[in-house]
């Protein structure tokens, strides 16, 4: 399995546009306020799926590369969750406008496609942990942090066991899926996501990269960049 540097670029400025890859070797990427293309990581077959009136709107893959998710509007009022096919047909997940989909920029698939993101509570404002299928039905929440409103970003462990998510200030956080148990790994970051094993944890801790074991053992740094924003791991 070979890896490669993707650097995105708007003009001169650096880490303007988030970019996902997807196992087959494609490309996808946003051009604020004008579209979402796909490309060979060679540059080549450059090709517009959809066009978007967002500045970013976060494109994640589907496992099995066959559609793109993307977020649009307003987090605090008007959110869609939509999925494009590579023909550029455009699916709605979940159709907005609705106060749950607060944090579905950062929504990550397990396995089967189903997505998990964090979004406020209709009682009181609080973040939850929510949970989506595919085609935007099932939508539950899964776990409810207390005495939050800031953002967390989940990601599901690739056997669909487990759930990553962070939260001031316990830090990182794991939910068993199938218990409901929620425990700490004693990590103190943001954006943790899975290894496509399982076995490993990345995740953003100030301008540091980190890795940890998927216990929370051995945390380290990977990256560290002193003065410069690090983009979160995918």
């Known amino acids: ?13 650096l880490d303007t546009s988030w970019a996902s890859i997807v196992p087959s070797g494609m490309l996808v990427a946003v051009h604020p306020r004008s579209g979402v293309y796909v490309m060979k990581l060679d540059g080549t077959g450059l090709k517009t799926l959809t066009s978007i009136v967002d500045y970013s709107v976060f494109p994640q893959w ?18 869609r969750l939509t999925a494009i096919s590579l023909d550029g047909t455009r699916t709605p997940i979940i159709s907005g406008p ?10 990550r698939p397990d396995r089967s496609g189903a997505l998990y993101f964090s979004g406020p509570r209709s009682d009181n404002g609080n973040m939850a942990v929510w949970r989506v299928n595919a085609d935007g039905s099932g939508l539950g929440k899964i776990v409810s942090p207390a005495d939050t409103y800031d ?12 759930v990553l998510y962070d939260v001031d200030p316990q830090g990182i956080m794991a939910i ?3 218990t409901g148990n929620v425990h700490a790994l004693g990590l103190q970051g943001v954006f943790p996501v899975y290894s496509p094993d399982g ?20 945390g380290r740094t990977l ?4 003065g410069t924003s690090v983009m979160p791991p995918s």
């Open 1 to 13: 399995e070979g890896r490669s540097a993707i650097e995105v670029r708007c003009g001169t400025a």
């Open 199 to 218: 076995t490993h944890i990345a995740y953003v801790s100030g301008s540091a990269l980190m890795v940890a074991n998927s216990d929370g053992t051995n």
């Open 151 to 162: 953002f967390t970003h989940p990601a599901p462990s690739p056997d669909g066991t487990t």
């Open 98 to 107: 609705t106060s749950q989909l607060g944090g579905v920029a950062w929504a």
């Open 223 to 226: 990256l560290s960049s002193s």
């Open 176 to 178: 068993d899926l199938t």
């Open 62 to 79: 589907s496992p099995d590369g066959t559609r793109i998710t993307i977020y649009e509007g307003d987090p605090y009022s008007q959110a």
